[in-house]
Every structure is written in C-alpha cells, then in structure tokens.
C-alpha cells in the first residue's frame, strides 16, 4: 500500500460514506499528518467532527468545488486529493441538467486547475459504473469528468502533478444503497419493489472500495481508469436472503436505469489489461508517455458487466454480508 505517511490529503465531499471511511481508514491505519474535509453542507461537517472525537489531524473546509479560489485556499500545501465530490441522484439529474454539468464538470475542471496550481502530487477522482456506456445525464457528466482527469496529464507532468480515476459499482451499505431500503421494508413485512426481476449489479464492500483507492496511489502513474475485480448479485437474491418472505413487486424499470450495470464498456476493452484484482484501463490518447501497465489484455470486444461477470454472490454469502451490516 503507499505510504501516507507525514502526507497532507484532502477529499472532496468527504463527509459523504466513502469519504468518512477513508478517513476513518486513514487515521487508524497511517500516519497521516493531516486530512481535509472540504464539501458544502455545515450540519454534516459538525456531526463528522463529532463523530470523530474532534481529532487534531482533520480539517474542514467549508466550499464547493464550482469555487475555483476557494479549492486554491483548501489546497495549499496538500499533498494527495481523493476527488469525491459529485451530484449523484439520476432523477434528479434528469430535471436539473445544468447544475450537474456545475458541479460534476466544470466543478472538477475547478480541482484540476487548483490541483495544477498548488502543486499537489497525486489526484485520484472518483467515477462511477454509470460512467460507463452512459444513458443517463450524471453517467454523461462522470464520463466527461473521468476523460478531464485523464487528459489533465497531458499538460501537467511535467509539473509534478498526476492524475487517474478509480471507478466501481455499488457500495454496500452506503447511503446510496438499496440494502437500507430494503432491510427496512423487510422489517415492517412489506413487499419490496424490485423494477425488473432480471436485474443484476456489481457490488462492493466500503472497506474494499477504500484499500482499492489506497492502493491505486501506489500504483498510478498518471491517466490510468483502474476498476476493481468484484462480485456481481441478483437483486432477486437479494431479496430472497433477507429475514421474512416477502413478496417481490416488479414496478417496471425507471428513466435513466439499466437492467445491468457496466464498469468497461467493449470499446475500452481494447485498452484494457488485467492485473490481480484491477482491470486497469489506458487512456485513448496520452502525450506524456503513458507507461502500459503489466497484465493479461482485456478480452477485445467484451465488457465488463455485472450480468456477465465470473464471479458471483451467493445467497448465503449475502446474508452473512446483511448479517455484518448490523
């Protein structure tokens, strides 16, 4: 894993799941000098702070990242930026395109530049399986900030700053879950809706997603889409591992959603190699001499989706998951 050690690291939207346990992860685990919150809601910088015994080594910057000046300010003298900050929610997205282009684009075109400017090291942005092959507004606008990450290296390594992506699937247990969702229905004896019964999705536990981020620091060498290897689960399995027998309503699928979800779509399949437990994807065009990383090439043509996949839940092994979430 790389050494955070004495290193200065900020994460965007980092009172949101991820960022909270890669916080947790990092002050438990390193000996990190110093963690940045920096995101736009007060109440959930308070209740992290609380949450985290009001630990010296944190700080909280209250921003967004549409401010370019106020990213420059947060930024000094950082080391490392884990770039989680996002408008996630598809319906919404759907409705308000425009402040998601804000946020989401030209937002981290705003980290990039004041990234560039501070002189911070290594930048790894978040992406998402929606990203992927998108069909909805928030997978285009996380698509085209994954190619600005990428294309950033292009002209900033020789300035001492790079930049990749890591992109998964669900985060179990999350605030964006179903699982909670779920759980909750089962509890009270209700139906549980589920939009197609064919439904599958890539999933991932919050520990995992945060050793992956951690060592993909140690890996990167600037415009590298690194996605993990995970197992993929039938909604329908889902459903069947919890406590009571629930009836199962199909309410049809929704604007915006696929049936199955997608991390590397065919086309990107040709850049592609794997590597232990990444697929590791190159960038389509890379002037700073992009070093290909070892690996066994990515079967050309074919995408990595959660309905095609090779490993896969088993309805015990997700109970004992729902089991450890209590």
């Known amino acids: 894993m790389y050494s955070f050690d004495d290193k200065s690291i900020l994460i965007s939207g980092g009172t949101g799941s991820l960022g909270k346990s ?59 930026v884990v770039h989680a900050a996002a408008l996630k929610q598809v319906d919404t997205g759907e409705y308000n395109p425009m ?25 790894i942005a978040l992406s998402t399986d929606k990203a992927s092959s998108p069909i909805n507004l928030y997978g285009a606008t996380k698509l085209t900030a994954d190619k600005l990450f990428t294309a950033a290296n292009n002209y900033t390594f020789n300035r001492g700053t790079i930049f990749s992506v890591v992109r998964y699937g669900n985060v179990i247990g999350s605030r964006g879950s179903v699982i909670p969702y779920f759980k909750e229905l089962d509890r009270l004896g209700q139906s549980i809706p589920i939009t197609d ?35 993929s689960m039938k909604i329908v399995d ?50 700073w001499g992009f070093e290909k990383p070892s690996g066994i090439p990515m079967e050309e043509g074919k995408a990595y989706r959660s309905d095609t996949n090779d490993s896969w839940l088993t309805i015990s092994q997700i109970k004992k998951i729902l089991a450890d979430l209590d």
């Not at 916080?23 to 685990?29: A, K, M």
């Not at 991932?204 to 995970?230: N, Q, T, W, Y």
């Not at 199955?260 to 232990?276: F, K, L, Y």
Request: with cysteine.
């Open 99 to 123: 402040e998601f282009v804000k946020t989401n684009v030209l937002g981290s075109q705003n980290l990039i530049d004041a990234a560039v400017r501070t002189g911070v090291k290594k930048v």
């Open 238 to 287: 889902l459903v069947n591992s919890l406590n009571n027998s629930n009836k199962i309503i199909e309410t049809g699928i929704r604007p915006g959603e696929k049936l199955h979800e997608e991390m590397v779509s065919a086309e990107d399949s040709r850049r592609a190699v794997i590597n232990g437990d990444r697929i590791t994807v190159m960038p389509v065009f890379a002037e």
């Open 197 to 231: 019964l064919k439904m599958t999705r890539f999933w991932i536990s919050i520990d995992d997603a945060v050793r992956f981020i951690c060592d993909s620091f140690a890996l990167m060498k600037g415009g590298e889409l690194f996605v993990p290897k995970i197992p």
């Open 22 to 80: 890669l916080t947790r992860f990092l002050l438990d685990h390193t000996k990190v000098r110093r963690i940045a919150i920096y995101s736009r809601d007060e109440l959930k910088q308070y209740s992290m702070k609380m949450e985290f015994g009001n630990d010296p080594r944190l700080r909280f910057f209250i921003g967004d990242i549409r401010d370019l000046d106020r990213l420059v300010l947060a930024l000094y003298k950082v080391d490392l």
